[in-house]
């Protein structure tokens, strides 16, 4: 007896590997491995997901509609080009279904998120990945892998795992390039930690523009990775063609209210910001003081370079910063084996990593 067989291609997409939260015999681990938000979440946002709990037996409200109107007004968009999913893998998940047909590619760099390629995977698609320079995203390679069976070409802005930042001049240049049937997904995960205001750049092209859609989420500065809450804001034909794709009650009731409220606690958005800056700036001065290069980010991470020919690798240094309850990522399956990607945590977290790193660079140098 054999089953019903997947569609071609479906054994071939890669599980996707999540950050490890959890470590053999030891209790009380330190997760630095998810990017998660340091300071948890808005006590507000907290307040309205408990208050959720008196209507659990209700459906959501499929336009989530509430939640659209203070998206809408956060970020100055128009409420009707606006698209929720369950996470911003969600939206990536919901732009492949639509755009791309089997035989079709999209476009990355080649150190990009890996849920998109999973997306594309699975709406048939192959995905193509163009070189980086330096861990920073090459515009002309992206440009050189567009072929006439690209349909989407993706990017992050700043970029997961490098934490590197696109400048606008070079998004506005990808996109002048790119075909107007080429949607360009630009992934703004992280883009609050980064400082300047180009993503506010990039949701002005995705207004003018027929062929860019943005991505956001309420997982990171929100603080609201448990409740799966992302969106995408894009031409109204892009969305309008994504939401009949679109499962109908797919951001939860009590998601929907944790963001509304998350949205009007601007201390804590302030706070998150501040706090990541900082900590972020010092965690890779600690690095550099062990000779190691770090990428520069503008994300809520850094990920730091070990010289494959020296004495210890990124891979020994994961595992003994794991044995000792201190999960940070390794890169290997993002193709940057001589990279460990670690999440700006809580200051107990990063004072942690600190000592067990210190400690593990010591017993190394004193063994040599
Ligand atoms: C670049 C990037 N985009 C999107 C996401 C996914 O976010 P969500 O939790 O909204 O699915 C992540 C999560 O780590 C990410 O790193």
Redo the contacts with the bound molecule.
């Keep these: 007896m054999s089953g019903p067989a997947p569609k071609p291609g479906i054994l071939d997409i890669p599980f996707y590997a999540p950050g490890k939260s959890a470590a053999a015999g030891v209790a009380d681990v330190s997760k630095l491995s998810?990017?998660e938000n340091a300071l948890g979440c808005s006590p507000l946002a907290k307040q309205a997901y408990i208050e959720a709990a008196d209507a659990l037996s209700l459906y959501p409200d499929m336009n989530a509609s509430a939640m659209r109107a203070a998206v809408a007004d956060a970020y100055a968009l128009d409420p009707g080009r606006l698209i929720f999913g369950a996470?911003?893998?969600?939206i990536f998940t919901l732009a492949c279904q639509t755009f791309l047909s089997s035989g079709d590619n999209a476009v990355q760099p080649a150190f990009g998120?890996a849920?998109w390629a999973i997306a594309v995977q699975a709406a048939g698609g192959v995905m193509k990945n163009a070189p980086e320079r330096n861990y920073h995203v090459d515009v002309d390679a992206l440009l050189a892998a567009v072929d006439d069976k690209t349909r989407i070409v993706f990017v992050?802005n700043p970029?997961?795992p490098t934490g590197s930042e696109i400048p606008y001049t070079d998004i506005e240049r990808l996109h002048a390039a790119l075909r107007d049937d080429i949607l360009l997904v630009i992934?703004g995960?992280?883009s609050e930690f980064a400082g300047g205001d180009d993503y506010r750049k990039e949701f002005d092209l995705a207004c003018s523009a027929p062929n860019v859609l943005v991505?956001k989420?309420?997982?990171?500065i929100f603080g609201l990775?448990a409740l799966?809450?992302?969106w995408g804001y894009g031409a109204a034909d892009v969305i309008n063609a994504m939401e009949r794709v679109r499962p109908p009650f797919n951001t939860t009731r009590a998601g929907q209210a944790a963001a509304i409220a998350a949205l009007k606690d601007r201390a804590f958005i302030l706070r998150s910001i501040d706090y990541v800056r900082t900590a972020r700036a010092d965690l890779a001065a600690f690095l550099k003081t062990f000779g190691l290069k770090t990428i520069p980010s503008a994300a809520n991470f850094v990920t730091a370079l070990f010289d494959p020919a020296a004495p210890l690798t990124a891979s020994e240094a994961e595992a003994m910063l794991s044995r000792r309850g201190v999960l940070v990522r390794l890169l290997k399956n993002y193709g940057i084996p001589e990279g460990l990607r670690i999440t700006v945590g809580a200051p107990a977290d990063l004072e942690r990593f600190c000592a067990v790193f210190a400690e593990i660079m010591g017993d190394h140098r004193a063994r040599r």
């Excluded at 989420?217 to 990171?220: L, N, P, Q, V």
């Design positions: 998810a990017n996470g911003s893998d969600e998120f849920a992050a970029a997961n992934d995960a992280y991505t989420t309420f997982s990171k990775a799966r809450i992302g």
